[in-house]
């Protein structure tokens, strides 16, 4: 079974309640962030981490050993090139001793369980694609969201998916969907995406009170919080390029675990500068929420 490695200070931080906050390393890798904005997109996360209280766990698969929590040296090894991994990847990439496996939401969330840390922090999550229906591409990070005991932050998911269709599928494995302080499924680069969350929270301790309260213990909750007003992107402009990155896509005959970095790679050039402070802003603002939910979650625990 999965039993990761965890940093001394993770593992000290487990086993006394304190809180932690596990990121993923897709987004840091060379299938995210384009160098050397990865580099500061990773030293705002673990910083911003640290700034509310919480211990950073970056998680990876590094030379077949599945990680939570990895030293300031070991750090630059996730800025190079990985394999994506996800959830259903973790136990290949062990068997197959992968140098880098980069995870992905699922398998972070996968690691993030089997650590006992139950806050994670992101910056947009996988979903349905659009066209699902005729390709079945759903994300895996859905299922792993209802299977695991995690409380995952994101600024919710980019609009070249299926977002209405993201929302019911979370609806249906039964994955609560909460608005930090916002009403409106976030849509990465934008603050809403015209769709409503379910439900509306203001801090950290409703956050704890209601992951307390769930009905399927091995079941997690998404909280969605919106990129900071002043780092919004114009709305108008992103469906101009989603819609050209969508069938760029298509045009080359791209398809599964391809897709997401695909498209990815199309919105960053085609915004130019402007897509990547707004990423940063993102993924800290995301990481600062989840150390005040962790420092919660260790409060009604102790
Ligand atoms: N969406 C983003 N940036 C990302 C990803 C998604 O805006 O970096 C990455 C995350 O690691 C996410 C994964 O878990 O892509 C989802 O990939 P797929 O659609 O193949 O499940
Ligand atoms: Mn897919």
């Known amino acids: 079974m999965l039993e990761p490695a965890l940093s001394p200070e993770v593992l000290a931080a487990v086993g ?8 993923e390393s897709t987004i840091f890798s060379n299938l995210g ?30 030379d077949g050993v599945p990680r939570v929590g990895l030293d300031d040296a070991e750090h ?63 994300s895996a990070d859905l299922d792993a969201l209802a299977h695991h005991p995690v409380i995952t932050v994101c600024a919710g998911a980019k609009a070249f998916l299926d977002l209405a269709r993201t929302l019911e599928y979370l609806e249906t494995v ?27 929270v203001e801090a950290g301790a409703e956050v704890a009170a209601i992951f307390n309260a769930r009905s399927r213990p091995d079941s997690g909750v998404l909280l969605t919080a919106p990129i900071p007003a002043q780092d919004e992107l114009d709305p108008t402009m992103l469906d101009e390029i989603l819609r050209r990155a969508l069938s760029d896509c298509d045009g080359a005959g791209i398809s599964g675990a391809a897709v997401t970095p695909f498209v990815l790679g199309r919105i960053a050039e085609a915004t130019g500068g402007r897509s990547i402070p707004a990423n940063l802003a993102l993924a800290e603002n995301n990481a600062r929420v989840a150390a005040e939910v962790a420092v919660a979650i260790s409060r009604a625990d102790a």
Request: proline letters at 5%.
């Open 76 to 138: 630059g090894r996730i800025l190079g090139r990985g394999r994506k991994a996800a959830e259903r990847d973790l136990a290949v990439a062990i068997g197959q001793a992968w140098p880098f496996g980069a995870t992905t939401v699922s398998a972070s969330v996968a690691l993030a369980a089997a650590a006992g840390v139950r806050v994670f922090a992101t910056g947009g999550i996988g979903g349905v694609h659009r066209g699902a229906e005729i390709t079945g591409d759903i």
């Open 16 to 23: 006394s309640g304190r809180p932690v906050v596990a990121m």
């Open 174 to 200: 039964g994955v609560p969907v909460l608005g930090w302080q916002h009403d409106w499924f976030p849509a990465f680069y934008t603050r809403s995406s015209g769709l409503r969350v379910a439900h509306r």
């Open 33 to 62: 962030l384009a160098s050397p904005f990865n580099a500061e997109a990773l030293d705002r996360c673990v910083a911003a981490v640290r700034a509310g209280g919480a211990v950073p766990a970056v998680t990876a698969v590094l």
